[in-house]
């Protein structure tokens, strides 16, 4: 597994492909993060704005190989193995994006409330606020694991999925990912640090759910 890993993240690297979502993420926080801010409300926007971007970190690894080079891979390691790489992949992509957005925003950031008089402990916040990136993180994951390749093969349906998929994940009530961006906004008007561990858990089993279903297709569809 770890040679499927490798190979996909050097896929990914050469590929280039990386870049525009990183260029855009990076817009967004330029744009919406600014010094003096609460930290908590910029932690949970940061968060916010990764979720389509692991979502198109996910489409960009699940498409980044030739049909043929992906035959062969699939031949050699197992399509589930190798699809299930990808995904790892974009996932951890995502995942470093997120971390240095914290660390930024916990630079840059005041730590206060929405007042800006009540003190909110900067470590536990920006432990939150990575708590909220991984949430984010893994509900991109799933949304790019079933809006790509196997589950829809067309472009002209799966970006525009994807990105309904995306904007649901973020404003529906119930969503884990609205759950953890909502807690940290929460936090920040009451001065209280929350820690969204029950919104993790749920990302992790839908994650898993829909990593296992693409997995399962992918080894009984041609590519």
């Known amino acids: 597994m770890t040679a499927l890993l490798r190979y996909q993240a050097a896929l990914l690297l050469r590929s280039q492909r990386w870049l525009p979502p990183v260029i855009l993420y990076a817009a967004f926080l330029a744009v919406g993060v600014q010094a003096g801010q609460p930290v908590l409300d910029s932690l949970g926007y940061a968060a916010a704005g990764l979720l389509p971007v692991a979502a198109w970190l996910v489409r960009i690894c699940v498409t980044g190989e030739p049909p043929a080079a992906r035959a062969v891979v699939a031949a050699a390691a197992g399509p589930a193995r190798a699809h299930l790489a990808c995904l790892l992949v974009a996932a951890a992509t995502a995942t470093v ?18 007042d800006h008089r009540t003190r909110v402990p900067l470590l536990p916040a920006a432990g939150a606020g990575l708590l909220a990136v991984l949430v984010c993180v893994l509900l991109g994951t799933a949304v790019g694991a ?5 589950l829809l093969r067309s472009t002209g349906r799966a970006v525009p999925a994807l990105l309904l ?22 936090g920040s008007q009451s001065g209280k640090v929350p820690l969204p561990l029950l919104p993790l858990a749920a990302a992790a089993l839908l ?9 399962a297709l992918t080894a009984r569809r041609a590519p």
């Open 146 to 150: 079933l809006t790509a390749w196997p």
């Open 165 to 186: 998929a995306a904007l649901l994940a973020l404003v529906v009530t119930g969503s884990p990912a609205q759950a953890a961006v909502e807690g940290l906004v929460t």
């Open 207 to 215: 994650t898993a759910g829909a990593t296992a279903l693409a997995c």
């Open 97 to 114: 994006l997120g971390t240095a957005a914290v660390v930024l925003v916990s630079l840059v950031g005041d730590p206060v409330g929405t």
